[in-house]
T-cell receptor, first 113, second 116 residues
């Protein structure tokens, strides 16, 4: 099993550009999450999904959108990138929400200039 | 609201020393889950342990041990005979059963540096 995979690993965007961060998992987990990690900080939840077709906002959703058309994939869309979105983005999945540990992807380091 | 505090921002030790990383949490839920994750310099997050609020038994896994005390709302992590490979950022995290989708609230992390 590959676990949780993310692409790209690194990306530089100009202010106002858009992009999609890809996330996929092959563990048949229903729950998937997007977090961002700013320097010297813990992770903050952007969006989550409890199954295909069901998504909801986390703590810091502004400037982002998500979709979940399949169990495996959970892409994160950035519209009109801003310098405040410079961060490391982690995708995660878990079998059963609060009751189980989350497995994390390797992260995407995004810089907005 | 749930909150996790890791008061130690950075810890520096010499190899073979024992080191304890502190974690204090706040929650109104009676059922919750506590986690420790390791983030080595390569950047990925590695799951170390999960503990539910009804299980206060301490746990030992090799050189790692965890002390969970509900009375003080603490879930501390001890590394015995530290090694250079233990150098990483360690995060304590909390999820509440009442938030069934599993939102993890992370502490700010403790940077551990083990010198040879």
């Amino acid at each position: 099993n590959a676990g949780v995979t993310q692409t790209p690993k690194f990306r530089i965007l100009k202010i106002g550009q858009s992009m999609t961060l890809q996330c996929a998992q092959d563990m048949n987990h229903n729950y998937m999450y997007w977090y961002r990690q700013d320097p010297g900080m813990g992770l903050k939840l952007i969006y989550y999904s409890v199954g295909a077709g069901i998504t909801d906002k986390g703590e810091v959703p502004n400037g982002y959108n998500v979709s979940r058309s399949t169990t495996e994939d959970f892409p994160l869309r950035l519209e009109l990138a801003a310098p405040s979105q410079t961060s490391v983005y982690f995708c995660a999945s878990s079998y059963n929400g609060a009751y189980n540990e989350q497995f994390f992807g390797p992260g995407t380091r995004l810089t907005v200039l | 609201a749930q909150k996790v505090t890791q008061a130690q921002t950075e810890i520096s030790v010499v190899e073979k020393e024992d080191v304890t990383l502190d974690c204090v949490y706040e929650t109104r839920d009676t059922t919750y889950y506590l986690f420790w994750y390791k983030q080595p310099p390569s950047g990925e997050l590695v799951f170390l342990i999960r503990r539910n609020s009804f299980d206060e038994q301490n746990e030992i896994s090799g050189r790692y041990s965890w002390n969970f005390q509900k009375s003080t709302s603490s879930f501390n992590f001890t590394i015995t005979a530290s090694q250079v490979v233990d150098s990483a950022v360690y995060f304590c995290a909390l999820s509440e059963a009442g938030t069934s989708y599993g939102k993890l609230t992370f502490g700010q992390g403790t940077i551990l540096t083990v010198h040879p």
